[in-house]
């Protein structure tokens, strides 16, 4: 299992930061680099060699929606609720997810995209999650944020890592549907997996 988290608000075409780390190697930042084609390889090498890829990042995975919005999403196809998530594409931390799950969605068509903690642990190859700043700390760094998800990956639960807030659209999801990625259309609509970064 290969454990990722990256560093957001790069300009767009700028270094991205990133480290990350397998769960037998304390060393910190094991595995690192500065831009969106050295993570792409990372996770790509790391899927190729028959590993788990849980891809962190410290941006909101989950966009809040309207009632309105959400009723008609409620009724709605995975590819309208898609579009309801195209507005965000651009912005940092998503436009580098989508350059990795697009670069997979080529060279890597059948891998398996999920934000659901049991769903990933079961049977899928790549989790996407986001990486929460603790209350009061300055921020989010790669290596704390990959620690972090080891230390809450045997006692994490769907319902302890996941907000229960309102009605949403999951950008993560939706970014990896975009890219021609297998991603269950019932994640479309709930919050990614979510958590919280603590020390270093």
Known sequence: ?????????????????????????????ASSGASSAELFDAVFHALHDGEQVALGFDCPLTLPVSPDQGAAAAHADADALVRQAEPAAARP??????????????WRPWTTVSTSLSRWKANTSILVWEAVPAEGSGGVTASAAADSFFRRLQTATESG???????????????????????????????AVSITVTGG
Do not use: K
């Open 93 to 106: 931390g998503i436009t580098e997810l989508g350059y990795v799950l697009g670069q997979l969605g080529t």
């Open 1 to 29: 299992m290969l454990v990722i988290a990256v560093e957001t608000g790069s300009p767009l075409g700028g270094p991205a930061r990133w480290a990350g780390r397998r769960h037998d190697d304390d060393r910190p930042d």
């Open 161 to 191: 890592t996941e907000a229960a807030t309102g009605t949403v659209v999951n950008l993560a999801a939706a970014t990896a549907r975009r890219a021609g990625l297998f991603v269950d259309a019932s994640e479309l609509a709930r919050p």
